[in-house]
């Protein structure tokens, strides 16, 4: 994200604060705690004191306590300290797992609801690592970074409150090393965000390197190319350890920095005090109080370092997280009726359309499909066969033109409705990695198993399925891989049957069918199919035969704007169309 787009720190608080709010309850609570347990801490040091004065019997400290009340008073002051930190610490954590939850099943709602295409221009590695790995930094940060701050702030007026009671000019020495603390912060941290950022892309490149050659891991293997992946993977990985190397460094070197101008303090109050403790103008209890108090006062500053480096990298995961979240969703269209199927009749009016970047694929474009009519529609490689299933599907939107069902424009249309209207089965089969059972179910939430039954059965699933090991508790793997590609495609056929839509597209569903599996599964399409509207993306002679028209897209041969031409053909009379070019 360029650096102008990022949010300044009044929108990054104004974004934290919005993550928070459905936790602030609680958060309060923990904070509270903690608060609490911070005001206790207050009470050691002068109980340290008072000890010391105690052991040395030092009679100029005027004190009447014993070291058994002493010591009483500090075991009380430990268990109440280590109760609150439990109990502020228990609710932080339950509040960072539930804050991370919260977070993700936003940005996952928010993920489902992108438009198609956004998706497609994307890796997906780069928003899972959005989803997983800045969702669980930033959760992190509000439910611990965070809830430190008040502690932290209690601690530092308090024991700056009680030095300056002791001794004015001893605090205003040990105050003096407060602006060398900032220094140092801002010297050390300075770079962090951007290293941070930096650090978070390599750790998407990663992320998609490992999902990407884990995906294609049967190519891999097939090329030979193990040797070649393990040198860019080594690479990616040195790119990440370089960065995270970089940047320990800078958070590693705020802690001793923070140390070595805390001892530099406590040294200018010894220096300054010295005189004084020989004199016998200060007990020894009481300089013990005062150094005690100036060590309490350096956690404070050291936590305000620790979170001076969080809040860089909680900024760079909000900016990751916002880009995300501000990119447009699809139009659900609620508020808009509902699209009502009729006999399935499909008008493409006037469509034009172009890629962005690319020259215009259709220019008035028009088609109909008649109500219960089975077109199928043949052409070349990227002639723009696939666009027009993902106008009907609302993937893409026409710039110019409609897109009617049944009369009704489908732009006009609830998006749900418009869906629900058509059972896809595409070339890719998009199966989980789970039962059978599932993935068919998959297709209508809430369906009874004889109406799964019923749809395995028509898409000539249900013999197969039978016999696999555990029948429909089968799991078949990452998309399907311990089934055939024609069981995959069957598994698919029988989820869009299950939802009986008025309108069926199978993008190459046959691809993967042996003839003579293709042939039954022709003959079984021809009942199964019969009162819907089909359309058909295929090349395969023996589908076409499923046609009531051929509808081939050509481009002109002539050197003019490539865009497809329409020309219609009997399936009766021309079966052959598949094997002339297209």
Not at 19 to 35: K, M, S
Not at 101 to 122: A, G, M
Not at 503 to 529: G, K, N, R
């Amino acid at each position: 994200m360029p650096a102008a787009e990022m949010p300044r720190a009044g929108s990054f608080l104004r974004i934290l604060a919005s993550y928070a709010q459905p936790h602030r309850v609680p958060l309060l609570i923990g904070t509270g705690f903690l608060v609490v347990e911070a005001l206790f801490g207050l009470l050691l040091p002068y109980l340290g004191g008072r000890f010391v004065d105690a052991v040395l019997a030092d009679a100029s400290a005027g004190q009447t306590w014993t070291l058994s009340r002493i010591l009483l008073a500090l075991a009380l002051l430990f268990t109440l300290q280590a109760a609150l930190a439990i109990l502020g610490g228990y609710l932080s954590a339950k509040r960072a797992v539930l804050i991370a939850t919260d977070l993700r099943q936003r940005v996952f709602s928010h993920i489902l609801r992108l438009p198609l295409p956004y998706l497609q221009e994307r890796e997906q590695g780069r928003i899972l690592s959005v989803l997983t790995n800045d969702v669980a930094q930033l959760s992190h940060y509000l439910s611990s970074a965070v809830v430190s701050v008040p502690p932290a702030i209690v601690t530092g007026i308090g024991s700056t409150l009680l030095m300056l009671t002791i001794d004015w000019r001893m605090a205003l020495a040990a105050a003096a090393a407060v602006p060398l603390f900032y220094v140092l912060i801002k010297l050390v941290g300075r770079g962090l965000r951007p290293l941070s950022m930096a650090l978070q892309e390599a750790y998407a490149r990663v992320f998609t390197f490992e999902e990407e050659r884990v995906h294609v891991l049967p190519a891999v293997k097939a090329f030979g190319r193990e040797r070649v992946e393990e040198a860019g993977y080594q690479r990616e990985v040195e790119r990440l350890v370089d960065l995270s190397l970089r940047q320990d460094w800078r958070q590693l070197a705020i802690g001793p920095g923070m140390v070595w101008a805390g001892s530099m303090g406590v040294l200018a109050i010894l220096w300054v005090a010295g005189d004084r403790i020989v004199g016998g103008e200060m007990t020894k209890g009481t300089i013990v109080t005062f150094l005690l108090y100036t060590a309490l006062l350096t956690r404070p500053i050291s936590n305000m370092a620790g979170l001076y480096g969080e809040t860089q990298h909680a900024r760079a995961a909000v900016d990751r997280i916002e880009a995300l979240m501000r990119t447009p969703r699809e139009s659900y269209g609620e508020d808009r009726p509902a699209l009502v199927p009729r006999g399935g009749e499909i008008v493409f009016d006037a469509i034009r359309f172009a890629y962005p970047g690319r020259d215009v694929l259709f220019e008035r474009f028009s088609l109909r499909i008649r109500p219960g009519e089975v077109i199928a529609i043949t052409g070349e490689n990227g002639v723009g066969k696939s666009t027009l299933i993902s106008f009907l599907l609302r993937f893409n939107t026409p710039e110019s033109g409609r897109v009617l069902i049944d009369g009704q424009d489908i732009a006009e249309c609830s998006l749900d409705s418009v869906r629900g209207a058509i059972g896809y089965v595409s070339q890719q089969v998009y199966l989980l990695n789970a039962s059978v059972r599932e993935n068919i179910a998959f297709g209508r939430v809430g369906a009874d198993f004889d109406a799964l039954c019923r749809a395995a059965r028509q898409a000539r699933a249900l013999e197969f399925i039978e016999r696999l090991p555990a029948g429909w508790d089968t799991v078949i793997g990452d998309d399907g891989v311990r089934l055939s590609g024609g069981q995959r495609q069957r598994i698919a056929l029988a989820r869009v049957l299950l939802r009986d839509p008025a309108i069926v597209i199978l993008d190459e569903a046959t691809s993967m069918y042996d003839p003579e599996a293709e042939l039954e599964f022709i003959a079984e399409c021809q009942q199964m199919l019969r009162d819907r509207s089909v359309l058909l993306i295929t090349h395969r002679p023996a589908s076409l035969r499923l046609a009531d028209r051929i509808i081939h897209l050509s481009v002109p041969q002539d050197g003019s704007v490539c865009r497809p031409r329409l020309e219609e053909r009997s399936a009766a009379a021309d079966t052959s169309v598949a094997d002339r070019g297209v």
